[in-house]
């Protein structure tokens, strides 16, 4: 079963072979392939190095912005509050009270036995995970399927499901292309699941088509969110960090508030370019010097004119918006005399063990954020330990730190479905998620969505420094918005 707030748990990590870090490195990089896929379906042209100017139909906070006729229709209303009691069972929608170990929940009542029950039954609840299970992307998104989401569904059903109700888990494939979206929104919406989880990253599209249906969607890491949405709640949306990664820059862990700062990033990938102009616009309005920005080409190899122009702009503290080309840069930079302060933002192949692997001692002294654990940390021991027991030896020797956040994800939608109680239905899902607070399971930063008129669960960062004695992130410290 999903677990809240775990900081106890004991169990080591465990070691893998070469043959497994070959097969993680190339799932990285189809993993993040997938997402600047996705990305760049949805956001015209590259991003600008003026922090003031944005993108099309994106405001500074990578929210998308309504177009004519396109938005989907608004979803009917939800019904009235209601609180969880002892234990996290529902309470009666008046006079309950919040009860230990309970999260703030919402009682539809609008919803009840008149809301949607798609795909649920008294024994089940279908969920279809959408990512791309064919083509190039195939066999290594599939294996992130295997590793991290079903580890969660058997680990579920193995302690009863939730409410008695066993996981289903359906894959629908999106191919990575955006008729493969639209394809999959439609076979989602008709194969009888209750809701869509896009596991690596939808595109717009996809999330458009299925709120538009009135079905619950968990979007592990879009590129924008409308508004206009109603049914679809995000994890992580990566401009929402650049609060607190400018706080991050200004603390002891940075020490850069008076450094002459860069960012490079990977401009045709709008996922990181829309974290860039998120980020270039937050340091400016918090009165910090950025003075030189960076744009490259994903699959770049060669960086040296670049990371010049860095040095002779008399750059301190440099900014990674950048996947796999993050190893490069930090190579070059050092062929050319060059050492500044490297910081790899969070939502990148930067921040994860396999580009300070692929880099080696280079990488030392790294720092940087991201929302999920490090592999030294107790939550990540439980992790691998899950996989073990669950999935087998073989599968736990190929879990990687950057399959943690699906995992993460699964056991946070676990915990939403729990909120939800035992009379689910598709409109007291979303209900009930949105006044969820400070859930926290030890794997990811805390999860919020209530009060926030954009639902994104993720705020804050761990901050993380490189590195320990095998080249992986350590933890620097708790998470926090601000520090």
Known sequence: MPISRSRTLSRPGQKTSTKARIRASSLLAIVLLVAAACSNSTLPGGARVNAADQRSQLDANGVAQPSNGTTPGAAGSLGAAGPLGAGGQTAAATGGESGAGGIQGVAATGGGASGSTVGITDNEITISVSAAFSGVYGQLSNQLFDVAATTWQKEVNSNGGIYGRQIKLVKVDNQ??????????????????????????????????????????????????????????????????????????????????????????????????????????????????????????????????????????????????????????????????????????????????????????????????????????????????????????????????????VYGAAVTIGKLLEVAGHDLTRESFVASAKEVQDYDNGYLVPFTLKGKAIPVGQAAVFPIGCCQSDNTWKSLGPAGEQF
Request: aromatic residues 10%; charged residues 15%; proline residues 5%.
């Open 176 to 405: 990575g292309s955006a008729d493969g979206a639209i394809s999959a929104c439609k076979e989602a919406t008709s194969n009888g699941s209750f809701m869509v989880w896009n596991m690596t990253g939808a595109y717009v599209a996809e999330d458009a088509c299925e709120d538009a249906a009135g079905m619950p969607v968990f979007d592990a890491n879009p590129s924008a969110m409308d508004p206009s949405w109603r049914s679809v709640i995000a994890l992580t949306l990566g401009t929402q960090f650049a609060p607190a990664e400018v706080s991050f820059v200004k603390s002891q862990y940075a020490n850069a508030g008076n450094s002459k700062i860069g960012i490079i990033y990977t401009g045709d990938v709008a996922r990181y370019a829309s974290q860039y102009d998120a980020v270039s616009a937050a340091l400016l309005q918090a009165g910090l010097q950025l003075v030189h920005s960076e744009k490259i080409s994903q699959n770049q190899t060669s960086f040296v004119s670049q990371m010049s122009r860095m040095r002779d702009a008399g750059v301190q503290f440099v900014m990674l918006y950048v996947g796999l080309e993050a190893p490069g840069i930090i190579r070059d930079s050092q062929a050319i005399g060059y050492s500044p302060q490297y910081y790899a933002g969070p939502i990148s192949g930067a921040a994860t063990d396999l580009g300070a692997r692929s880099t080696g001692p280079l990488y030392n002294g790294v720092i940087g954020t991201r929302p999920f654990t490090t592999s030294e940390t107790p939550a990540y021991a439980q992790f691998i330990a899950n996989v073990r027991k669950y999935n087998g030896d073989s599968a736990a020797a190929s879990a990687q730190d950057f399959e943690l956040p």
